[in-house]
């Protein structure tokens, strides 16, 4: 029977031409060929504008991995143009071999000769993988030269800003993509309608407005307002922008560059931005950017210390943003049922401590019209008094036990299936193979940093391992039925005395373990108007399993929790 073939291929971004997947799938296809092997058609996958940095965002090559872990298995071997299309990191690479050859499929880079089911792949791949991840270092460190020389220049390095039109400057010497002149970089350029509004903020503001009563005033008025990130849903002026904007010295005609770095989390394969120290920012003079005088400028950083000494800095929302905040016990859990913004103090924090729970896209934007509040106090005491009813009923708890035997057995056959001793003694043996063909590797290569690494990165995991092995104590998996019941019964006890604890942070991690969100909608009753709250919790802190309230939960909704809109 004929070797079957899936191909991936893959190309990083629009610099790059789209036909190059077709490039790569027909060398593929002509390797396959004179190797005598079949292509599978259906399994010819491939990701488009894609870096090969992260595995994150790519579902054709997920895709494939999942296929081969079907049964019956639908193709042997997966071809590839070059290892950089499949990965240029390096741990990344060797993961997902590692991943394809325990379920018996193999990968054939075309171009390289590299075979991972032969003996010498491991280390050929680890060599060319250091060469694949060096290139993306060096692009990186390229580009960042590149927008640092732009910015010199007073060229716009990337991204958009409220008040410019971003205006490409075409070399007509260069080609790129569909025979167009390459963009040999971009400038700024003010657009009058949006510059207007900047300059009106930034008036309003120094005269005395505020800025949640500049944003609604804007969002009243239906001004088109910058376009929202991608977390975000509604687009609206919110008090955030405003503040952003009166504080970015592009508007004044100067432009601060490097503030951030882009660094790879190597959990989630996601990118954050860090903070760089202050002396690596960089300042550059663009008065063709300038939008507001120096004078205007001036009067509204005055007015900004002004309110930062007199009053302090807050913020809104979150679960533990502000000190302040750590002091709630429900911030960051309540979501508004009329437009799903996160509740927030909205009101109060003075003398009398008197603060109010409230949605920000009503008061800060106008945007919701869900104007109902509600005490602090007297939402916490009802919420906790909801919560502990619905810990201690019996409907409840038997829910919770079941859940908690079927995660039980789900582990205990996980546990079974890793082989306990054997298991930790196979990932020893596998480690210390990785061990050997690494160090082949550098006495082959020299003394290599990231192969060093990857070594120190391997012994560490074996003296973990190695550690586990010496201490090992066979796994009672006989459970009985009270074991779990009395499990059950301290664990919702415990969390029912957290909450009523004085230790607020110790209440708030609880909850943020046992509650997802809760949401608050407005309702009105003949009696006036209420929040009817709903949501979910799990006493043992796993998935949402309950309602907390809810018309049609597990039990009948407990009384709503009322909210006058202007008395206490």
């Known amino acids: 029977m004929p070797m079957r073939c899936a191909i991936y291929a893959r190309y990083s971004s629009d610099l790059q031409r789209d036909s190059s997947i077709e490039d790569q799938i027909r060398r593929c296809q002509e390797y396959a060929e004179r190797q005598g092997w079949t292509v599978v058609e259906e399994h010819v996958r491939f990701d488009e504008a894609v870096s090969a940095a992260s595995l994150l965002g790519r579902p054709a090559l997920q895709s494939l991995i999942e296929h081969t872990k079907k049964k019956p298995r639908p193709f042997d071997r997966i071809l590839i143009d070059d290892t950089s299309r499949l990965s240029r990191n390096l741990e990344d690479a060797l993961r997902v071999i590692s991943t394809l050859t325990f379920q018996e499929v193999f990968v054939t880079a075309v171009s390289q000769g590299i075979d991972s089911q032969e003996k010498s792949s491991r280390q050929l791949l680890t060599l060319q993988g250091m060469i694949d991840e060096q290139y993306l270092d060096g692009l990186a460190d390229k580009v960042h030269r590149g927008q640092e020389g732009r910015v010199r220049k007073g060229l716009h390095p990337g991204g958009r800003c409220y008040g410019y039109n971003n205006v490409p400057i075409e070399d007509p010497s260069r080609k790129e993509k569909y ?39 804007f969002n009243a008025e239906g001004v088109l307002a910058p376009q929202p990130p991608r977390t975000k849903v509604i687009r609206a002026w919110c008090t955030s922008s405003i503040q952003a904007m009166l504080r970015n010295e592009r508007y004044r005609g100067i432009f601060v560059w490097n503030r951030t770095r882009k660094v790879r989390n190597p959990e989630t394969g996601r990118s954050v931005s860090r903070r760089r120290p202050e002396s690596e920012w960089l300042r550059v003079d663009v008065p063709d950017w300038r939008i507001v005088d120096e004078k205007l400028w001036d009067a509204v ?25 750590r002091t709630y016990l429900f911030s960051g859990l309540l979501v508004c049922g009329e437009c799903q913004s996160r509740m927030v103090i909205i ?20 945007t919701c019209e869900n104007a109902l509040t509600i005490r602090r106090e007297r939402l916490e005491d009802q919420l906790l008094g909801a919560l502990e009813e619905r810990l201690l009923n019996p409907e409840i708890m038997q829910y919770t036990l079941r859940r908690f035997r079927e995660e039980l057995d789900k582990r205990l056959a996980e546990i079974q299936r890793q082989g306990g001793r054997s298991g930790l003694q196979r990932e020893q043996r596998d480690l210390k193979e990785q061990a050997t063909r690494l160090s082949q590797a550098i006495a082959t290569a020299g003394q290599s940093p990231t192969l060093l690494a990857h070594l120190g990165s391997i012994e560490s995991k074996l003296a973990e391992i ?3 092995l010496a201490t090992y104590r066979p796994l009672d998996t006989k459970v009985s039925e009270d074991k779990m019941r009395a499990f ?10 957290i909450l009523r604890d004085d230790h607020v942070g110790q209440a708030k991690t609880a909850l943020a373990k046992h509650i997802r969100q809760l949401v608050l909608t407005p309702k009105t009753l003949s009696s006036g108007a209420v929040f009817e709250v709903s949501g ?33």
Do not use: W
């Not at 799990?538 to 009384?559: C, N, Q, S, W, Y």
């Open 536 to 568: 979910s919790m799990d006493p043992l802190g796993g998935d949402d399993v309950m309602l907390v309230v809810a018309r049609d939960g597990i039990e009948p909704p407990t009384p709503a929790f009322s909210g006058p809109r202007s008395t206490d």
């Open 301 to 325: 950083h005055r007015r900004i210390d002004f309110v930062k000494n007199r009053i302090g800095v807050s913020r809104c929302g979150g679960h533990t943003r502000t000190q302040r905040s």
């Open 466 to 468: 190695e550690r586990r």
């Open 347 to 366: 009101s109060g924090g003075g003398k009398r401590g008197y603060v109010r729970y409230g949605c920000p896209s009503h008061r800060y934007r106008a």
């Open 488 to 497: 059950v019964e301290r664990s919702v006890l415990h969390l029912r005395s």
């Open 179 to 217: 025979g167009r002149p390459a963009v040999s970089g971009v400038r700024l350029e003010i657009n009058e309608e949006q510059a207007e509004t900047v300059r009106r903020i930034f008036r309003l503001y120094a005269d005395g407005t505020g800025l949640a009563s500049i944003a609604k005033k």
